[in-house]
């Protein structure tokens, strides 16, 4: 049965209504309306994600519609920002009820889990292509930023890294033990905001991981003119990730594959008895420029590049 584009929006996202108190008019009109506190700076961030590039032709859409605004709400919670609202861009080959269903659901449940709004957004016809714009507030001074990292700094992860490169490594083959969990922190990351907002007073600089660990804290070095040295026995890797390294030998993978969607921040060795439960120091950052790894007794260079769309 055909269904026309602004019934489209209507069925499947048109029945949540705004509940967040910054958002004042939301679909229906050629605009949304907020309505920020003077004490607060807007953060805004805008993701694509294309099919066969950042997602597979047979995932589950529930699957991705979560992951489609958790890569969103990453970004919010690596600057220590409260989310609020998003907009949503769909380019659909064809008008598919039961795909939007399910897609819809993921979304919106992630969406309510953080009180945000779907405020608007545009459905056209072409490739599988979805985009998201997410916005968040932060205090006035208070957003964190790639730049500011300090000499000394503790270079801390929120979570084990690695799952979901694994992940990949098994949608494409890699036979794997209990391999759910992997699947699951590929397919349906989970974005750290409450975790964002409990360092937003703490941390100097921070990046979520998305590209990968050497990568994005690459981006913190480069910005904040400033070097480091990670510990390899302190990475927090899973089991599953433990014995992978064990029977490759394909131990840089922890740094370099992305998706794991953690945060990466330093925080100033005073403040770090401050830090709350449930992050994990993994590195120092120092002075000398470039990305070290200090691993069974030996000092080794990392390169700290990741996936690139135009490499």
Known sequence: ????????????????????????????????????????????????????????????????GHKLLAVNLSDLAAMGAEPFAVTLALTLPKVDTDWLKSFSLGFMNLARQFNVDLMGGDTTSGPLTLTVQAMGVVPKGKALLRSTAKVGDGIFVSGQLGNAGLGLKIKQGYNCNNPEQMLISFHKPQPRITQGLSIRELANACIDISDGLASDLGHILQQSGVGACIQYDQLPLSWQVKDYIKLTGDYIMPLTAGDDYELCFTVAPQRKAELPDGF????????????????????????????????
């Open 280 to 311: 994990y120091q993994i590195g120092v950052i120092e002075a000398e420029s470039g990305l070290r790894l200090l691993r069974d007794g030996h000092m080794e260079t990392v390169e700290v590049k990741g996936f690139e769309h135009f490499a």
């Open 1 to 64: 049965m055909a269904c026309a584009e602004f019934d489209l929006i209507r069925r499947f996202f048109g029945v949540y209504l705004p509940q967040h108190p910054y958002n004042q008019l939301g679909i229906g009109d050629d605009c949304a309306l907020f309505s920020i506190p003077d004490a607060y700076q807007l953060a805004v961030t805008t993701d694509t994600m294309v099919e066969n590039v950042h997602f597979f032709a047979d995932v589950d859409p529930q699957w991705l």
